[in-house]
Nanobody
Framework: QVQLVESGGGLVQAGGSLRLSCAAS????????MGWFRQAPGKEREFVAS????????YYADSVKGRFTISRDNVKNTVYLQMNSLKPEDTAVYYC???????????????????????WGQGTQVTVSS
């Protein structure tokens, strides 16, 4: 059983930055694709970004491209989401997720789909004030 624990959320003014972290308990973290999703009140959970096992390929939602950066540290078993130029519409609970069904694969557009991931964290709140 994999445990994912997010941290780094908080309240920030528009235009500001935050860095989210997600620590994984898996010993084979370095084999799997990781993703970030978010869910605003009254809305469905939506894809934000994903990163391949090596960090070699990444994929972003259009709404965050150029502002957010996903990265990973396979020694620390941690994935990060650096969020810059934050907007009020970025306000949501942010979740990290892991796909352990497929190992050592590149990220494709398929990873926008929540069903690609089988483990999820509990989420961290990000609030951007205008």
């Amino acid at each position: 059983q994999v445990q994912l624990v997010e941290s780094g959320g908080g309240l920030v003014q528009a235009g500001g930055s935050l860095r989210l972290s997600c620590a994984a308990s898996s010993r084979t973290f370095n084999r799997y694709t990781m993703g970030w999703f978010r869910q605003a009140p009254g809305k469905e959970r939506e894809f934000v970004a994903s990163i391949s096992w090596s960090g070699g390929t990444t994929y972003y939602a259009d709404s965050v491209k150029g502002r957010f950066t996903i990265s990973r540290d396979n020694v620390k078993n941690t994935v990060y989401l650096q969020m810059n130029s934050l907007k009020p519409e970025d306000t949501a609970v942010y979740y990290c997720a892991m796909d352990t069904k497929r190992s050592l694969v590149s990220v494709t557009t398929a990873y926008k789909d929540k069903s690609m991931y089988d483990f999820w964290g509990q989420g961290t709140q990000v609030t951007v004030s205008s």
